[in-house]
């Protein structure tokens, strides 16, 4: 459980990072999120996740 927080914790200071030191880049990726096909947005979500996992593995091992 403890790992889950503290990668829950990470993804926070990561969209921290993003809104609150680059809020414009963060207003123009919504933007084109918002534009972007359904299909296409499934394709990257699930890469991220498979990558996601990936990495999980390869540092726990």
């Known amino acids: 459980m403890s790992d889950f ?3 829950l914790g990470l993804v926070l200071v990561f969209e ?5 030191g680059l809020p414009s880049l ?4 919504a933007a084109d999120i918002v534009e972007m096909p359904e299909g ?3 394709g990257i979500g699930l890469a991220v996740m ?6 999980v ?3 726990r091992g």
Do not use: E, P, S
Not at 50 to 55: E, P, Q, R, Y
């Open 40 to 42: 296409m947005m499934r």
């Open 5 to 7: 927080l503290a990668a």
């Open 16 to 20: 921290g990072l993003l809104y609150g």
């Open 26 to 29: 963060a207003k123009r990726l």
């Open 57 to 59: 593995w390869l540092v």
């Open 50 to 55: 498979i990558a996601g996992v990936f990495i």
